[in-house]
């Protein structure tokens, strides 16, 4: 747990006829505004650990719940990068973030990249990006993979009508090198609703989760590097050894998706975080924080 002045404050806002929620830590108007976003199947809490470093540091942080997860309105209808990044420009728009730093984890980096490419100038263009372990691998590029091969690999578990003790303890179990404390454990049971008879289900549904999914496949990363204009921040997770040989294969795709990156934006700074799981928020909030505010205040 992190000692902060700032206190955490939920609230929502009316968006494109969506009730979105969000969280916020900070003074809102004073310092560099940082929107946070979380990456699929999550919500705005994965930043809890984070957010209240960056907070004591003069940033002004905004965590929305993105649309059809978390505690944010869950409507029918496309769930497309286009969709996500009118969110986004309506939430900047209505908050009056000025040029913000846009960090994003997972899924969350892929929209902080397509925002970016999309509005590159303008007062609502962000003035850098940083992307958490995401955004950087072309899924529809990757050598002798189909889309029947990625849907398969990134089908989500069915969770629903799980017991809520069997669930946690299957999060109480190490994750890599990695154990989970009591408050990563809650934040990790925020992406659930706890049912009346002590289920639990995911806030995301698994229809949302599957349309995000064919979306993702659809994205063309490497044309979106080429778009944008601001800095980038690069933080890719390198797992401790050993590791299987499925995610090895991952790794290697990885390395050389940012190789590519590289030369297509050789101003991009890259730097691997150690040792780590994918939830670097959750691992490495202080490792995290620190690169976070460096980038900030060389904006």
Not at 90 to 117: E, K, M, N, R
Not at 269 to 276: F, Q
């Amino acid at each position: 747990m992190v000692d902060s002045q700032y206190p955490q404050i939920s609230s929502y806002l009316l968006l494109n006829d969506l009730r979105v929620h969000y969280l916020r830590w900070g003074e809102p108007g004073r310092g560099q505004p940082v929107l946070l976003l979380h990456g699929l199947a999550s919500n705005a809490r994965i930043w809890e650990l984070t957010a209240p470093i960056l907070a004591e540091a003069g940033f002004d942080l905004i965590a929305p719940d993105l649309r059809s997860h978390g505690l944010t309105d869950k409507p029918v209808g496309d769930l497309g990068f286009t969709t996500y990044a009118r969110d986004l420009l309506a939430l900047i728009t209505t908050l009056d973030l000025d040029h913000p730093l846009i960090v994003g984890h997972s899924w969350g980096a892929a929209l902080a990249l397509d925002y970016a490419a999309r509005f590159a100038i303008g007062p609502r263009a962000p003035a850098g990006i940083v992307l958490v372990d995401g955004g950087v691998i072309q899924l529809n590029a990757l050598p002798g993979v189909t889309w029947e091969e990625m849907q398969q690999r990134l089908t989500p578990p069915r969770l629903a009508g799980t017991p809520l003790e069997d669930f946690l303890e299957r999060i109480n179990r190490p994750w890599g090198n990695w154990q989970p404390d009591d408050q990563a454990q809650q934040i990790i049971l925020g992406n659930f609703e706890i049912r009346e008879d002590e289920t639990i289900a995911p806030r995301l549904r698994f229809e949302q989760h599957m349309q995000i999914v064919r979306a993702m496949w659809e994205f063309s990363t490497f044309e979106r590097f080429a778009q944008i204009r601001c800095p980038a921040l690069l933080l890719p997770a390198r797992p401790s050894p050993p590791v299987s040989p499925q995610d090895q294969d991952f790794l290697s795709a990885k390395e050389a998706s940012l190789e590519k990156i590289i030369k297509l934006k050789p101003d991009a700074h890259l730097e691997w975080i150690l040792d780590s799981i994918h939830d670097i928020p959750l691992q490495h909030p202080h490792r995290l924080a620190q690169l976070i505010i460096q980038f900030g205040k060389n904006l």
